[in-house]
């Protein structure tokens, strides 16, 4: 047998993966093949000739067997491409934006200095400044707003916490947190768990960032923002940061963005960042660009394009309007990579990151924008939107049919609730009403509800069905999250006969267990 030599192996790698990439999954086709670990593992090492384990004495392995476990990493991952994958905020990537991130991995190129970067340093550049116009921030020629890509939404949003601190405590770089002012920030009781971690990463502590409550519809609540911040003021904190959300993750809710930077400003001039990572795409739709009000207020933006805009893992950005801050927080002028007097050298972007090395994220974004101009950037985000309104209208519809939301649809999510037949009477008096009571009935109508979206998931998994996420969230039992992160990908024919799957398996798999339990 010739061995198959790296210019074959690249050749037939990127036949395969143009063939999977350009695939346009038909919804029979399965989400994932469902394996226990042990059985994956079997398969893996049989259809492919090598196994997942590393050896003891780990032999070489030749290109040709390499391509094997290609083939079937790619039988045994999860189709993110498939119309029906609607678990996460993300699904399926834009042919353009894998071109990008291929172009990216061939290029291998660090993106901390103007010298080893100079084209990718530009587009970055480019598309900060086109961003801080799509925000509002600034008009066409001026240069006020300072950014970067980031590896995921989560950094971005410790990005945020972090330059803000730096703001009101710049000694905390040199003292550290000890010994200095108990700052105090403030996110609501629906916001993303990175916040969490950022603030128990920078020393800030759980105990200082006030969960604020929100409304009923999951939006945070800006008197009880500002009563949360006079509070924490009494008790000797230092108020610096309020963190909002442009679509939440689990609801889609959208903070008042534009209240919140009234309170921000009353109290003193908080830091406001909000993490539009889920949602932030409105801001290109002038159809939904009203759910993003008073985005233009806000300091400092977090936006996963990775998320509802089709571009693949990861492209992340993090701006801010007030330029410098993120070099104030984080420049420590090594002097074997930014030497001030190298040619080009202000454009090195590296000493702005808590990083050292920065993969060239910005390609997928600008690849994507260019090719669909803004008007194409804009409609991608329509049909997210739209699919969820079409899919909380079908609810609304067919309540009886067992249908009902938990949450009125809003960025592209739908909250709701499959009710089995035989629990539908109750739910016409325990669902209906808000503010119900807590009756015996109820309690154990709740009981029952909260078992039938795991029986229906489990179902689905075994078919290899659509993937849907659900939660038990504010109280509620658990009801499914549908997401439509990728609007080119699902048609509205295919929700309705997704929907029309999930009743049946709703009806036979909580029958089934209504028998094995009585
Ligand atoms: C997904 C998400 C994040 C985190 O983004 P990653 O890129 O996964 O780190 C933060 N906030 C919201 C609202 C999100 O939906």
Same mark, same amino acid.
């Given at each position: 047998m010739i061995e198959m030599d790296d210019d074959r192996f690249l050749g037939l790698l990127s036949q395969r993966l143009g063939a999977y990439v350009r695939s346009r999954d038909d919804v029979e086709d399965k989400v994932v093949r469902l394996t226990s670990p042990e059985e994956l593992a079997r398969s893996f090492e049989e259809e492919s000739g090598v196994a997942l384990r590393l050896e003891e004495r780990q032999e070489e392995t030749s290109n040709e067997t390499l391509l094997s476990a290609v083939d079937a990493l790619l039988r045994y991952s999860? =189709?993110?491409?498939?119309? /029906?994958? /609607?678990?996460? /905020?993300y699904g399926r990537a834009d042919v353009i934006g894998v071109g990008a991130d291929w172009t990216s991995t061939a290029l291998n190129t660090n993106t901390h200095t103007y010298e080893v970067a100079p084209a990718f340093t530009l587009m970055e550049n480019a598309l900060l400044s086109k961003i801080g116009r799509t925000i509002g921030? $600034?008009?066409?020629? =001026?240069?006020?707003v300072d950014g970067l890509f980031v590896p995921g939404g989560s950094l971005s949003n410790l990005y945020g916490m972090h330059v803000s601190r730096n703001v009101v405590d710049p000694e905390v770089a040199t003292r550290g947190s000890h010994g200095g002012p108990r700052l105090v920030a403030f996110t609501s009781?629906?916001?993303?768990?990175s916040y969490l971690k950022s603030a128990r990463l920078m020393g800030i502590g759980s105990d200082n960032l006030i969960a604020v409550e929100s409304d009923a519809h999951g939006r945070m609540r800006p008197d009880a923002l500002e009563e949360s911040i006079e509070r924490a003021r009494r008790d000797g904190g230092m108020p610096f940061f309020v963190g909002s959300t442009a679509g939440t993750t689990v609801l889609g809710a959208y903070d008042p963005l534009d209240k919140i930077s009234e309170v921000c400003a009353r109290q003193g001039g908080l830091w406001h960042h909000v993490d539009a990572c889920w949602g932030g795409g409105a801001m290109l739709s002038s159809r939904y660009r009203h759910v993003v009000r008073?985005?233009?207020?806000?300091d400092s933006v977090a936006w996963n394009p $990775? =998320?509802?805009?089709?571009?693949?893992?990861?492209c992340s950005v993090f701006l801010t309007r007030r330029p410098g801050v993120l070099k104030n927080a984080n420049a420590t002028n090594a002097a074997y990579l930014f030497q001030p007097d190298k040619l080009h050298g202000e454009l090195d972007s590296g000493d702005k990151t808590i990083q050292c090395g920065r993969k060239t994220d910005m390609l997928k974004l600008w690849m994507l924008w260019k090719k669909r101009g803004d008007d194409g950037m804009a409609s991608f985000v329509d049909r997210c939107f739209d699919l969820a309104t079409f899919t909380g209208d079908v609810m609304r519809e067919n309540e009886d049919l067992g249908w009902k939301l938990a949450y009125e649809p809003s960025c592209a999510n739908v909250c709701f609730w499959y009710v089995p037949a035989r629990l539908r009477e109750d739910a016409r008096r325990f669902l209906q009403v808000e503010g119900q009571g807590e009756g015996e009935q109820e309690t154990r109508f709740s009981r029952e509800l909260h078992k039938v979206a795991p029986l229906v998931k489990s179902r689905m998994q075994r078919e290899g069905d659509a993937m849907i996420g659900f939660q038990s969230v504010n109280g509620l039992p658990n009801f499914f999250r549908l997401v439509f992160p990728s609007g080119d990908a699902i048609g509205q024919s295919d929700v309705l006969e997704m929907l029309e799957r999930m009743r049946r398996f709703g009806e036979e798999e909580y029958e089934k267990f209504h028998r094995t339990s009585s």
């Open positions: 999860v =189709k993110t491409s498939h119309p /029906l994958f /609607l678990n996460q /905020l921030w $600034h008009g066409e020629d =001026k240069n006020e009781d629906q916001s993303h768990y008073g985005i233009e207020t806000t $990775h =998320k509802m805009s089709g571009a693949p893992l990861q």
